[in-house]
């Protein structure tokens, strides 16, 4: 089993920045791709972004791109999502996901954090 673990989540004004932090554990980090969706109140779970397992590689959801960065630190089993210029419509529960695939469907994830509620007001 791997545990993952969000942090950072939180309130903040439109245009302002959030860094979020998924802590993993009990598997080997690099091994995995990570990715980020959210869910929004009445909303399926969506796609953000993923990074492939060395770092290299990056895949945005157009509605996030030019705004939201993810990278990894695989000394630290750790990635994170740098979400800058926020808007209401990013109020959601983000959640950090693991999975073998380079992908964006929920599907490809095996392991799942519990989930950080972030909060954009206008």
């Known amino acids: 089993q791997m545990q993952l673990v969000e942090s950072g989540g939180g309130l903040v004004q439109a245009g302002g920045s959030l860094r979020l932090s998924c802590a993993t554990s009990?598997?080997?980090?690099?091994?995995?791709?990570m990715s980020w969706f959210r869910q929004a109140p009445g909303k399926e779970r969506e796609f953000v972004t993923v990074?492939?397992?060395?770092?290299?590689?990056?895949y945005d959801a157009d509605s996030v791109k030019g705004r939201f960065t993810i990278s990894r630190d695989n000394a630290k089993n750790t990635v994170y999502l740098q979400m800058n210029s926020l808007k209401p419509e990013d109020t959601a529960v983000y959640y950090c996901?693991?999975?073998?695939?380079?992908?964006?469907?929920?599907?490809?994830?095996?392991?799942w954090g519990p989930g950080t509620q972030v909060t954009v007001s206008s």
């Open positions: 996901a693991a999975g073998m695939r380079f992908a964006a469907r929920v599907g490809d994830y095996a392991y």
């Open positions: 990074i492939n397992k060395s770092g290299s590689s990056t």
């Open positions: 009990g598997r080997t980090f690099s091994n995995y791709a």
